[in-house]
C-alpha cells in the first residue's frame, strides 16, 4: 500500500527556520517524483514544486523559487520542505504527493503537515 | 502561467441530483492534461480524474470528466451524500503546473 505520511504540526516565529518530512512506504521511492502543495486558512492549492529522488531533479513554481528549499533523501525515502527565514504569510497547511513525473497529476497524498509562524 | 478558472464558486444541489463543474484555462491545456481532486474539510485532496477524462483507480462511475482544450468538464451523477466537498481542477502539461480556485458542492 501506497503511503505518504508527513511530519507532525510545526509552530514557529517570523525569522526561524524550519524543515518538514514526508516518508513514503509501499513503493520505489526513486521511481517516482515528490511534490509539494501549500493551502493557505481557507483557501485553495498552491503547486510548489517537485522532486525526483532518484537524481535530485528539482523544479520549482516562479513564486517558490528562492522561498522554500525542496529536497530527498532515498536512504530513508523521505522528501523535506524547508525554509530559512519563516514569514507570517508562511502560515498553511502543505501537502507532498506523488507523481509518476513533472508533467502530471499527482496520485497519493501525505495527511498534511500544518506551519503556524506567528510572534 | 496558465491560469484555471472554476465555476461556480459554490453549487448547492440536493443527494440524486447532478452536479456540472466547469473549469476554464486561460490557454489551450497542453496534451489535455488535467485532473480533476475532491477535498473534504480536514482532509488531503484525492485524485478523481486525470488526462481530462480517464476516472482514477477506485473511483465511482458517478465521476466523469470530459473537454479538451480550455474548456473543462466534471460531472458527478446522482450525488451521494459523501460527494458533498470541495473540487479543484489542476492543469499539469505546462510549467508551473496550477490549481483552479475550487467549487464547493453543498447540500440544497
Not at chain 2, 27 to 33: D, E, T
Not at chain 2, 52 to 80: V, Y
Given at each position: 500500500e501506497v503511503q505518504l505520511v508527513q511530519s507532525g504540526a510545526e509552530v514557529r516565529k517570523p525569522g526561524e527556520s524550519l524543515k518538514i518530512s514526508c516518508k513514503a512506504s509501499g513503493y520505489s521511492f526513486t521511481s517516482y517524483w515528490i511534490g509539494w502543495v501549500r493551502q493557505m486558512p481557507?483557501?485553495?492549492?498552491?503547486?510548489?514544486?517537485?522532486?525526483?529522488?532518484?537524481?535530485?531533479?528539482?523544479?520549482?513554481?516562479?513564486?517558490?523559487?528562492?522561498?522554500?528549499?525542496?529536497?530527498?533523501?532515498?536512504?530513508?525515502?523521505?522528501?523535506?520542505?524547508?525554509?530559512?527565514?519563516?514569514?507570517?504569510?508562511?502560515?498553511?497547511?502543505y501537502y507532498c504527493a506523488r507523481s509518476p513525473g513533472p508533467r502530471h497529476n499527482f496520485d497519493y497524498w501525505g495527511q498534511g503537515t500544518l506551519v503556524t509562524v506567528s510572534s | 502561467e496558465?491560469?484555471?478558472?472554476?465555476?461556480?464558486?459554490?453549487?448547492?444541489?440536493?443527494p440524486g441530483e447532478r452536479a456540472t463543474l466547469s473549469c476554464r484555462a486561460s490557454q489551450s491545456v497542453p496534451i489535455n492534461?488535467?485532473?480533476?481532486?475532491?477535498?473534504?474539510?480536514?482532509q488531503a485532496p484525492r485524485l478523481l480524474i486525470y488526462g481530462a477524462s480517464t476516472r482514477a483507480t477506485g473511483?465511482?462511475?458517478?465521476?466523469?470528466?470530459?473537454?479538451?482544450?480550455?474548456d473543462f468538464t466534471l460531472t458527478i451523477n446522482r450525488l451521494e451524500p459523501e460527494?458533498?466537498?470541495?473540487?479543484?481542477?489542476?492543469?499539469?502539461?505546462?510549467?508551473?503546473?496550477?490549481?483552479?480556485?475550487?467549487?464547493?458542492v453543498e447540500i440544497k
Amino acid at each position: 500500500e501506497v503511503q505518504l505520511v508527513q511530519s507532525g504540526a510545526e509552530v514557529r516565529k517570523p525569522g526561524e527556520s524550519l524543515k518538514i518530512s514526508c516518508k513514503a512506504s509501499g513503493y520505489s521511492f526513486t521511481s517516482y517524483w515528490i511534490g509539494w502543495v501549500r493551502q493557505m486558512p481557507g483557501k485553495g492549492l498552491e503547486w510548489m514544486g517537485i522532486i525526483y529522488p532518484g537524481d535530485s531533479d528539482t523544479r520549482y513554481s516562479p513564486s517558490f523559487q528562492g522561498q522554500v528549499t525542496i529536497s530527498a533523501d532515498k536512504s530513508i525515502s523521505t522528501a523535506y520542505l524547508q525554509w530559512s527565514g519563516l514569514k507570517a504569510s508562511d502560515t498553511a497547511m502543505y501537502y507532498c504527493a506523488r507523481s509518476p513525473g513533472p508533467r502530471h497529476n499527482f496520485d497519493y497524498w501525505g495527511q498534511g503537515t500544518l506551519v503556524t509562524v506567528s510572534s | 502561467e496558465i491560469v484555471l478558472t472554476q465555476s461556480p464558486g459554490t453549487l448547492s444541489l440536493s443527494p440524486g441530483e447532478r452536479a456540472t463543474l466547469s473549469c476554464r484555462a486561460s490557454q489551450s491545456v497542453p496534451i489535455n492534461y488535467l485532473a480533476w481532486y475532491q477535498q473534504k474539510p480536514g482532509q488531503a485532496p484525492r485524485l478523481l480524474i486525470y488526462g481530462a477524462s480517464t476516472r482514477a483507480t477506485g473511483i465511482p462511475d458517478r465521476f466523469s470528466g470530459s473537454g479538451s482544450g480550455t474548456d473543462f468538464t466534471l460531472t458527478i451523477n446522482r450525488l451521494e451524500p459523501e460527494d458533498f466537498a470541495v473540487y479543484y481542477c489542476q492543469q499539469y502539461g505546462s510549467s508551473p503546473q496550477t490549481f483552479g480556485q475550487g467549487t464547493k458542492v453543498e447540500i440544497k
